[in-house]
């Protein structure tokens, strides 16, 4: 089975400075997908970044990066110039396959990032 | 741009009492699912749906039951509901081919 671990639950990080978050994965399928979702306070799950695994480059979106290092099974979001409002929790996920092409998403615990002013 | 919609975003239930959680999406993905979240963890399957007709369990389906009669719709039957269903359940659709899954924004669910 698929597993996703963040052994983060909280980090604290000065404005502006960048942070890594920490994903270590663990499955036996060679195609599979890895994914950062952000949820504010507000509750709700914002997409952020996504990596396959047969991807050659590291994933990038505006200040988000995901260094991929798959021999290691890690997944690391890299947020760079921190702002306030990069405060939230954020979860790693991996997709898994379900029947007729459907996907599941197995996720870890989150870390809780605070940026502080 | 209304995405993914669930309605009620609060509910408080007495055990036993039987309840339904609306999703509705309007960019015509082929799949929908809902997942819960639990204090302290990430979210986890419930149900899911490839397409109108098609339903499969999760992870974690005791307790609840789906139908998908269209492509828009995909809500959540609570049958009998037990305080261990207290939690943030989520609702997201997704388009064959895409990789990410758009969420919406959470039922907050008491059962006291």
């Known amino acids: 089975a698929q597993k996703i671990t963040q052994t983060q639950p909280g980090m604290f990080v000065q404005e502006k400075e960048a942070v890594t978050l920490d994903c270590t994965y663990d499955?036996?399928?060679?195609?599979?997908?890895l994914f950062w979702y952000k949820q504010p306070s507000s509750g709700e799950m914002i997409f952020l970044i996504y990596?396959?695994?047969?991807?050659?480059q590291n994933a990038t979106e505006g200040r988000y990066s995901l260094n991929f290092q798959k021999a290691r099974k890690s997944a690391n979001l890299v947020i760079s110039a921190s702002q306030l409002g990069d405060s939230a929790m954020y979860f790693c996920?991996?997709?898994?396959?379900?029947?007729?092409?459907?996907?599941?998403?197995?996720f870890g615990q989150g870390t809780r990032l605070t940026i502080n002013p | 741009n209304a995405g993914v919609t669930q309605t009620p975003k609060f509910q408080v239930l007495k055990t036993g009492q039987s309840m339904t959680l609306q999703c509705a999406q309007d960019?015509?993905?082929?799949?929908m699912s809902w997942y819960r979240q639990d204090p302290g963890m990430g979210l986890r399957l419930i149900h899911y749906?490839?397409?109108?007709?098609?339903?499969d369990q999760g992870e974690v389906p005791n307790g609840y039951n789906v139908s998908r009669s269209t492509t828009e719709d995909f809500p959540l039957r609570l049958l009998s509901a037990a305080p261990s269903q207290t939690s943030v359940y989520f609702c997201?659709?997704?388009?064959?081919?895409?990789?990410?899954?758009?969420f919406g924004q959470g039922t907050r669910l008491t059962v006291v």
């Open positions: 996920a991996m997709r898994e396959a379900l029947i007729q092409g459907a996907q599941k998403l197995v």
């Open positions: 499955t036996s399928d060679p195609s599979y997908g």
């Open positions: 990596q396959g695994s047969y991807d050659q």
């Open positions: 960019m015509n993905h082929e799949y």
């Open positions: 749906s490839v397409g109108a007709g098609i339903t």
């Open positions: 997201a659709s997704a388009n064959r081919g895409r990789t990410e899954a758009f």
